[in-house]
């Protein structure tokens, strides 16, 4: 592919709230002629003696939250409400009753300001959440977006157009991270915990399965190595008599499990850019903040003269940031919803914009 590569990041003027709630983290943030003057995140980590997010105490911790959220974002950008010149807020995909906290906030500011509402697709702004560093990526680019429910690799040729080139047949990235390391007794979500131990690890320990890593396609599967995982952990039960010997097995299993999963994913979006001929890689969403897929994609596209792209970790799980950052190329372009705008808890990329 033969394109004109192009610099995406918004050059409008004026000052924009992007609000998220679609899962378990209340965030706002407020972006000021493309440049973020403020993002306050708040994480609901009660979930995590649950084993996992339980929806309907998600959307009333979002209903606590979402006004002190967004008092402290204007106040650490110094703004007032009068500022606002249009309020993006996540509509889709997510949790019904989370995402109908942050979107009905957003329309009652928007119909009380008399300011325009932009809808955003969660999983759209997770790719264009590179574009609150420095250092930017140009369109065309192939992105790998890893989260708690997705696992797609696109060729993002502008704002709202998209390729699907593959994506995952079974669980996400971030599911299996988080379904691991149940197995190995870590909180929900084991994601970061994983990554900590895993350095202490041994990769090699034990070989688990690179799914799907030689087939011609783009698409990933991750349910085999989680069953290879828990085969392996019923042939070898911890002794608790042994558990400094316990420790160790976590850190191995950590290690040989993230590795296989960072090999497969990083093997296929640089097989697929090779493939377009396109120069720039984003890896973005939840497991992008992985220690080991970052400097993996680090390495393998210097070594090929490609560029990689990863926001920093705070941008890489959910956040507001990434919101304002899309709602403000969205109304760069003069796409902008009304009050009629509903919350989807399923939506496909690049199905429309409500
Ligand atoms: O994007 P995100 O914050 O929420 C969703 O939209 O799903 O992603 C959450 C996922 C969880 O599965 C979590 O375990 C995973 O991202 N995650 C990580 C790391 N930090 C978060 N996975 C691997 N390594 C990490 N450092
Ligand atoms: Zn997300």
Known sequence: MNTLTQTLSPLGEGVILGIESS????????????????????????????????PELASRAHVRAILPIV??????????????????????????GSLLVGLNFAKGLSLGLGVPLIGVHHIEA?????????????????ALVVSGGHTMLLLVKDVGSYQLLGETLDDA?????????????????????IDRLA????????????????????NFSFSGI?????????KNPPSSERAEGWGVVQSDIAASFQRAVVDVLVT????????????????????SANSELRERFRTECARRGMHFFVPRP????????????????????????????????????????D
């Open 23 to 54: 899962c378990d983290e209340t965030s706002a943030a407020v972006l000021r002629n493309g440049e973020l003057a403020s993002v306050v995140v708040s994480s609901q980590f009660f979930h995590e003696r649950f084993g996992g997010v339980v």
């Open 71 to 96: 008092r402290e974002a204007l106040t650490q950008a110094g703004t007032g409400l009068d500022a606002l010149e249009a309020i993006a807020v996540t509509y889709a995909p997510g949790l019904m």
């Open 126 to 142: 997770h790719i264009f959440s590179a574009l609150l560093e420095q250092d930017k990526p140009q369109v065309p680019f192939v």
């Open 173 to 193: 990235a971030g599911e299996a991270f988080d379904k691991v390391g149940k197995m190995l007794g870590l909180a929900y979500p084991a994601g970061p915990e």
């Open 199 to 218: 350095k202490s690890g041994n990769p090699h320990f034990v070989e688990f399965p690179r799914g799907m890593l030689n087939e011609a396609n783009y």
């Open 226 to 234: 989680k069953t290879s995982v828990l085969h392996w952990l019923k």
């Open 268 to 287: 296929k979006t640089v097989r697929a850019a090779e493939e377009y001929e396109i120069a720039d890689i984003v890896c973005a969403g939840g497991v």
């Open 314 to 353: 705070l941008f890489s799980t959910d956040n507001a940031a990434m919101i304002a950052m899309l709602g403000a190329l969205k109304l760069e372009r003069g796409i902008v919803n009304d009050l009629s705008i509903t919350a989807r808890p399923r939506m496909a990329l690049g199905s429309g914009t």
